[in-house]
């Protein structure tokens, strides 16, 4: 059973435009969550981080949101650039057992 | 400070072969922790180390193991490698359990 889950395979967004990507999660015991980028061959960048103490973490173009209640997480990228073509990792923290858990990914396409 | 290094970067081995990854991690980090993707999926994870100890093992057949070493360096060898073995096996360092972890570069491994 998928813990967490990254619905859309992929998503594509005018260059300039705002690109919203989505994870959801099901263990209300998830208490970090982390959002990473990744091209193809390398290995996954780290873009952000939120506590579940928070509900909005902001670092530069890149916000992640976070709905306790609704087990969800957004990561919004404002405005969307071309270099920001890449697959799109959400993680959950499931520390008690020393490892994260991650969603599928998101593929990203900026279109000029 | 030197990122996660991975080696080597590109290898090719043959069915029934074994192979040994090679991973450094940040420098005081501890906590090393190896995933596997293959082409279209997502990120397998496969086991996590800290200080020699190996804290938790993901889905794998028993052909995959790993260790790590005093100075947190770790390796992981797959024995009796099979075609879909094939895939970008990652490495990734942490503090401590709860931080982010950030990744290598990767190993391709492809096999024939």
């Known amino acids: 059973d998928q813990q967490v889950k990254q619905n859309s395979p992929s998503l594509s967004v005018q260059e300039g435009r705002i690109s919203i990507l989505n994870c959801d999660y099901t263990?209300?015991?998830?208490?970090?969550f982390l959002w990473y980028k990744k091209y193809p061959a390398e290995g996954p960048t780290f873009l952000i981080s939120i506590s579940s103490i928070k509900d909005k973490n902001e670092d530069g173009r890149f916000t992640v949101f976070l709905n306790k209640s609704a087990k969800h997480l957004s990561l919004h990228i404002v405005p969307s650039q071309p270099g920001d073509s890449a697959v799109y990792f959400c993680a959950a923290s499931d520390w008690g057992n020393y490892q994260l858990i991650w969603g599928a990914g998101t593929k990203l396409i900026i279109k000029p | 400070k030197a990122g996660v290094t991975q080696t080597p970067r590109y290898l090719i081995k043959t069915r029934g072969q074994q192979v040994t990854l090679s991973c450094s991690p940040i420098s005081g980090h501890r906590s090393v922790s190896w995933y596997q993707q293959t082409p279209g999926q997502g990120l397998q994870f496969l086991f996590e180390?800290?200080?020699?100890?190996?804290?938790n093992k993901g889905n794998f057949p028993g052909r995959f193991s790993g260790r790590q070493f005093s100075n947190s360096r770790s390796e992981m060898n797959v024995s009796t490698l099979e075609l879909g073995d094939s895939a970008l096996y990652l490495c990734?360092?942490?503090?401590?359990?709860?931080?982010?972890?950030?990744f290598g570069e990767g190993s391709w491994l492809t096999v024939v």
């Open positions: 263990n209300s015991m998830f208490d970090y």
């Open positions: 180390y800290f200080s020699e100890t190996q804290r």
């Open positions: 990734a360092s942490s503090l401590a359990t709860g931080n982010t972890i950030y």
